[in-house]
């Protein structure tokens, strides 16, 4: 906290400051209980007119604070320094991500990308079918229409979309309905770069924050050393086998485009004869970078380092390829992954977090 040489603490923060990182000190507490102080780290994302201030924190989320509770506050360098990993910015990583999960389609505005991968849904309800997987045609039951997974059916906003906020929202709603699907942008926090400021003027829109996760970054080399994976097998392309234990079930020519990629590994480790894999993972490598992703192990054989030996035949391959650095992607309340990825070397890099447009129109 700000502390004069007096001794005093000090608000050194003005609503001319808002988009910039602080540090806050409120006073908390009423009649009824003892007050005490609370410390808020965070983005001033907006300074009403009615006195109140908007935080947001790392992971996103807000804290309102009224001004007449402030005893401190100053603005903070934009980011803290990272204490392991490789180096790496937002940008650089929000665009190595998207490729990770790469749309059919994608138009720009300005510097938003636009981006879409539709698959149909058959009107009973069932998972979408492909041909090619021994699954029947559409004809009749052919029904509404979806995107394989948000991250490939979103905006990535990574700058300027060269109108005011108003148009650009409604020009993306309009993109994204001519497709039949609904409208998301997906934003970042916690990270030199990251959106905060359109985090908070998409939920005065109205706005809806519906998935939050976070990028994870490490070094590849450690992963590579922790196991030998001599009995995981690695492919180019999602076999039958690997998609029997996706949790994605129903994977359609679509989704099977958004998985694949330039330089895209399948790594499957054989589980009971005729049944599904006891595990298997996706590896994207794409420059310096190597993506993990659908780590995921038979529940039956959990904690038996299987998820570890994926990623260890998957990290030899990228490092094979002149990979030297590794990106995930993991949900906060997915506490054995996280804990996994923590043992190998990975650390936070930023939260990211999908908004939808809401029903009517807000935008």
Request: charged fraction near 25%; include cysteine; aromatic fraction near 6%.
């Amino acid at each position: 906290m700000e502390i004069s040489a007096a001794g005093r603490f000090e608000v050194r923060i003005t609503a001319a400051d808002v988009g910039k990182r602080v540090s806050v000190r409120r006073l908390t507490g009423n009649g009824d209980t003892a007050e005490k102080f609370t410390d808020t780290v965070g983005v001033l994302t907006s300074w009403d007119d009615d006195a109140m201030l908007t935080i947001t924190r790392r992971d996103g989320g807000t804290v309102r604070i009224p001004e007449s509770a402030l005893v401190a506050a100053k603005v903070v360098p934009a980011a803290p320094a990272r204490r392991r990993g490789p180096a790496a910015t937002y940008r650089e990583l929000a665009r190595v991500a998207s490729r990770g999960w790469r749309p059919v389609e994608s138009e720009r505005l300005g510097e938003w990308e636009l981006r879409a991968a539709v698959q149909k849904v058959p009107r009973d309800g069932g998972p979408p079918r492909h041909s090619a997987l021994g699954e029947r045609p559409w004809g009749a039951v052919a029904g509404r229409r979806e995107g394989f997974t948000r991250r490939a059916n979103s905006v990535l906003p990574l700058g300027d979309p060269g109108l005011p906020l108003d148009a650009a929202l409604a020009a993306v709603r309009r993109w994204y309905g001519d497709r039949g699907l609904p409208a998301y942008v997906q934003t970042a926090t916690g990270a030199e770069g990251t959106q905060e400021l359109l985090c908070a003027e998409l939920e005065r829109r109205g706005w809806l924050r519906e998935v939050s996760a976070e990028l994870w970054t490490g070094e590849l080399a450690p992963v590579a050393d922790r196991a030998e994976g001599a009995g995981v097998l690695l492919s180019r392309s999602a076999g039958e086998d690997w998609l029997a234990r996706y949790q994605r079930k129903g994977v359609s020519e679509v989704a099977l485009k958004v998985l694949g990629g330039p330089s895209v590994w399948f790594a499957t480790v054989p589980g009971a004869e005729g049944g599904a894999p006891a595990a298997i993972g996706r590896l994207v490598v794409d420059g310096r970078w190597a993506g993990f992703a659908a780590v995921e192990v038979d529940p039956g054989l959990r904690r038996r380092g299987l998820a570890t030996e994926v990623m260890a035949a998957l990290a030899r391959r990228a490092l094979a390829e002149g990979a030297s650095a590794a990106w995930l992607q993991v949900e906060t309340d997915n506490e054995g992954a996280r804990a996994l990825y923590g043992r190998l070397g990975f650390a936070t890099h930023h939260a990211y977090h999908h908004y939808r447009a809401p029903e009517t129109d807000g935008s």
